[in-house]
């Protein structure tokens, strides 16, 4: 099921369509689990009943929350009514309903707490997660640019819905901010550096590889070493020349 071809079709046609990756995978895992339930049977055999047939299943087998079925049915429906064009239409399956509580919620002194426990970096995503009411993903992606301590403002790109936001970013993040940042630009110089010595490298061994071959006449097939194996180029080069200065 994992290559299956219909689950493929399925990935590109979201993707063609502009779905995200989170939703895609959320889909694909559904789908995937409804053709398992009726026993690998193609999806187009199949009808509204089935889907009940599974969502029943869901919830008095598995037990899932009321919010779980609700993705479960969105996939279906998606791929019914969006890619199979076979509209559901109205297949009367009632959800299961359970007790709402209170969520329990910590207060600041709590999560201050919480903070100082972490170590620099996670005390930086934790903070901004609670100050800027960022998502994980959307934390993990932000870039420097993105940081606008003279506004108090923080520009999130493609969060949830591919949607753009600007949010608040609090002052007292700035210090630790700015620490980050110069570690950020330093590494960021230094895999440049190594990238620039690699592009010399590369080319200065291919010169000398082709004048040593030139010299002796050189025409044996480990010429094509350089672009045939598959490893960094630098290293086909040397290997390359290495095995010239070994044949003469």
């Given amino acids: 099921m994992a290559k299956s071809k219909f689950l493929t079709e399925v990935r590109e046609f979201m993707r063609l369509h502009g779905y995200s990756i989170r939703t895609e995978h959320t889909y694909i895992y559904w789908i995937r689990f409804y053709i398992r339930f009726h026993r690998l049977q193609h999806p187009s055999t199949l009808g509204p009943e089935h889907v009940v047939m599974f969502l029943s299943f869901l919830a008095n087998r598995r037990d899932v929350a009321i919010n779980t079925q609700k993705v479960a049915l969105n996939a279906l429906a998606f791929l019914y009514n969006k890619y199979l ?114 592009h010399y490298l590369v080319h200065w061994v291919r010169s000398i590889r082709l004048r040593i071959c030139n010299l002796h006449g050189c025409s044996f097939s480990h010429l094509r070493l350089y672009a045939a194996i598959p490893i960094p180029k630098y290293f086909a080069a040397i290997i390359c020349t290495t095995l010239c200065l070994a044949k003469r």
């Fill in 85 to 198: 064009n076979q509209p559901l239409g109205d297949i009367g399956f009632t959800f299961a309903t359970r007790p709402r509580h209170l969520p329990t919620v910590l207060s600041s002194a709590e999560v201050g707490k919480l903070l100082d426990a972490c170590n620099e970096r996670d005390r930086l995503i934790f903070s901004l997660l609670f100050g800027s009411g960022l998502r994980i993903t959307e934390c993990l992606r932000l870039r420097i640019k993105d940081f606008d301590f003279s506004k108090g403002t923080l520009t999130v790109f493609d969060g949830k819905g591919a949607k753009d936001r600007v949010t608040i970013l609090p002052q007292s993040l700035k210090p630790v901010c700015d620490e980050f940042f110069e570690m950020a630009i330093a590494c960021r110089r230094k895999i440049t550096n190594v990238g620039l010595a690699l």
